[in-house]
């Protein structure tokens, strides 16, 4: 593998003819698969889903089940199918023409972000990115294309967790509602030492198959940012 110093000549080079060395791009590849996790976490729609699929499982009363294996892969998935023109324009417009020698590779990086860029504008709300930009004591942008990673990312990642959390409170309260109603029933009939938990899961569980509710969900979470 090339020294540091042989790459930091590669990307000077890099820099001043538009290509990287063959070796150099094998390097950089193999670098960037361990950012993989937290790209997709940061500039993609996984974020909210795994949340909400949190949220679902707390509200139904269980602590394993789906086990997180079964949340993490259905929250994968469903970012994969919804993030799929992104990933796909990502793909046509900077990677591949960058593999064909047709533009060379700072045109190939920014040509790569604008898609994911592009998306995050449109999930991002204008509050959360004046508070980045405010805390940054940096003045806001002309317009969106002016806003630069730095900031958009914090800015998309407060707008999912938002987003995020009032449709696990939507989730919630249906929910809830049982728990409050057989908990008053209980009191009422005087079985104070029954657990509502006990009667109240079966209940949830049953009415959530009753209604479909994964692919109600599923619906919801595509629709919410393909919407």
Partial sequence: MASDLDILEQLTKAFETGRLAPETES???ISALSFIPFLLIATTSFTRYIIVLSFLRSALGLQQTPPNLVIVTLALFLTIFTMEPVFKASYDNGLNPYLQQEIDFSKSVSETWQP?????????TESDIE???????HPLPESAEDIDATHLIPAFLL???????????????PFLLIDIVLAAILMSLGMIMVPPTALSLPLK???????DGWALISETLIRSVSG
């Fill in 131 to 137: 508070l980045i930009y405010k805390l940054a004591k």
């Fill in 159 to 173: 707008s999912e967790l938002k987003i995020a959390f009032k449709i696990g409170f939507i989730i919630y309260l």
């Fill in 205 to 211: 569980i049953m009415l959530f198959v009753v209604i």
């Fill in 27 to 29: 390097f950089l590849l």
């Fill in 116 to 124: 994911f860029k592009n998306f995050m504008i449109r999930q991002t």
